[in-house]
């Protein structure tokens, strides 16, 4: 198990050095045209957005909505738990996209109320997974540290090395770990994932763009969090 811990760790300081690199020229591109885009979409949905989000932080650093009891092992091996968190993710994705193309297949409003759906989904699997990988979720500055994954996870290029070098000192950040910026991390995912979600709005794509999608925000929140997790735990 030792061979695989260092294999992972050696992966996860790829994907580290990766987040350097700059975004595709079709990401960096389509910023304009998400501006203009954004300016015609209702302010209602705006809200909900900014709504949904404002109370997944509260829910996250204030209560155990997102906690689901699980049986842990202090025995467990870090390739065991890494088996467990890959299978929550699978169940996760399959009800992101199925939620995603049902709402999407709903007409506009039905679209819109994906937002909060989806957020709800990611948060509890990153609750999940950070109960898996033996962090102690009622604490509050894990709580702080898994928004800041979640945050990395939906971050533009200007934020998230800053975001990633936090998560990677994060036991000598001192005070940094008890606060979100929930504004900042409202809009960088509202920026983030905005163009492709509103396609889910579209009649006749709803549904089709609705089940890609969420799976594959979950798949970019599931590398998030378990690349994030080695860097802290295998270091």
């Known amino acids: 198990m030792r061979n695989y811990e260092e294999?992972?760790?050696k992966e996860a300081l790829r994907w580290s050095r990766s987040l350097e690199k700059r975004s595709g020229v079709i990401q960096r591109t389509s910023k304009g045209f998400q501006?203009?885009?954004n300016k015609k979409i209702p302010e209602?949905?705006?809200?909900?957005v900014t709504e949904s989000i404002k109370k997944m932080i509260e829910l996250s650093l204030t209560s155990s909505q997102y906690i689901r009891p699980i049986e842990k092992q202090?025995?467990?091996?870090?390739?065991e738990r890494e088996q467990l968190v890959i299978e929550r993710l699978k169940q996760y994705k399959s009800t992101a996209s199925w939620e995603g193309a049902g709402t999407g297949a709903g007409g506009f409003w039905l679209g819109v109320a994906d937002f909060p759906l989806l957020l709800s989904i990611k948060m509890k699997f990153l609750f999940d997974a950070g109960q898996y990988y033996g962090l102690d979720v009622h604490r509050y500055e894990e709580r702080v540290?898994?928004?800041?994954?979640?945050?990395?996870?939906?971050?533009s290029d200007q934020q998230r090395v800053k975001v990633r070098d936090l998560l990677v000192n994060w036991e000598n950040?001192?005070?940094a770990r008890k606060q979100i910026d929930w504004k900042t991390l409202q809009i960088e995912y509202r920026d983030t994932i905005d163009l492709v979600k509103l396609m889910q709005l579209l009649p006749g794509l709803g549904a089709v763009v609705g089940y890609v999608a969420n799976?594959?925000?979950?798949?970019?929140?599931?590398?998030?969090?378990?690349?994030?997790?080695?860097?802290?735990l295998l270091h």
Not at 145 to 155: C, G, N
């Open 44 to 48: 209602r949905v705006h809200s909900v």
């Open 7 to 9: 294999k992972k760790y």
């Open 145 to 155: 540290f898994l928004l800041h994954i979640f945050m990395l996870a939906f971050s």
């Open 173 to 175: 950040e001192g005070e």
């Open 35 to 37: 501006s203009k885009v």
């Open 74 to 79: 202090e025995d467990w091996s870090f390739y």
């Open 215 to 232: 799976g594959r925000l979950l798949e970019q929140l599931g590398e998030t969090t378990m690349n994030v997790h080695r860097l802290r």
